[in-house]
């Protein structure tokens, strides 16, 4: 199993209040990644990142932001909450950008459940 | 954006049975993945294909990346109960960003 962790793994929150979810890696890969898993939407990706302090926006990046200061540890932050971020968040690794052979290919966490009531 | 029909949405068999569930899609894809997921844990890959006409196997799986690039399909041979999860595609277009498909959600009964 690739060597991936996040935290926390369940999270109930209020409206209003920042959320910080954290992913580490052991695994030294260059690109991490934060999605969201929703009933009839699949995975969709928030933010990812190709390196240290280099970061871009995803298909549904609104409401969220990302730092990356170190190589094992990609943070997802909610500044304020809302009852529509409630879901299941995966982050994700591969040592190459998708596409770029069996490098490219993308391994996941366990998820982290958020509740925002 | 580039978007990933996949069906069907969710089945229903027996024990011993095959599968089938295929993704299409308007765009091109460089690159086909199939991804599975178990009950409260993240997706775990099965199969990636990386050119058109490719069929690879991983077991009693299957997978085709189609010759149009524009679909992908994964057929499980004589299905058991830990086939059980969430199934999903990904294909990897000219921006180099993964699009996942719905899922399907596949149910074995023993």
């Known amino acids: 199993d690739a060597g991936i962790t996040q935290s926390p793994r369940h999270k109930v929150t209020e409206t209003g209040t920042p959320v910080t979810l954290r992913c580490h890696q052991t695994e030294n890969h260059r690109y991490m990644y934060w999605y969201r898993q929703d009933p009839g939407h699949g995975l969709r990706l928030i933010h990812y990142s190709y390196g240290v302090k280099d970061t871009d926006k995803g298909e549904v990046s609104d409401g969220y932001s990302v730092s990356r200061s170190k190589t094992e540890d990609f943070l997802l932050t909610l500044e304020s909450a809302t009852s529509s971020q409630t879901s299941v968040y995966f982050c994700?690794?591969?040592?190459?950008?998708?596409?770029?052979?069996?490098?490219?290919?993308?391994?996941f966490g366990e998820g982290s459940r958020l509740t925002v009531l | 954006g580039q978007q990933l029909n996949q069906s069907p949405q969710s089945m229903f068999i027996q024990e011993g049975e095959d599968v089938s569930m295929n993704c299409t899609s308007s765009?091109?894809?460089?690159?086909w993945l199939w991804y599975k997921q178990d009950p409260g844990e993240g997706p775990v890959l099965l199969i990636a294909?990386?050119?058109?006409?490719e069929l690879t196997s991983n077991g009693r799986l299957t997978a085709q990346f189609g010759i149009t690039r524009k679909d992908s399909f994964l057929n499980i041979s004589a299905s058991i109960p830990s086939d059980v999860g969430i199934y999903f595609c990904a294909g990897q277009g000219s921006n180099y960003k993964l699009t996942f498909g719905k899922g399907t959600l596949l149910t074995v009964n023993p």
């Open positions: 765009s091109i894809f460089n690159t």
């Open positions: 294909l990386y050119k058109a006409g």
């Open positions: 994700a690794i591969s040592q190459t950008f998708p596409g770029q052979g069996d490098t490219g290919e993308l391994f």
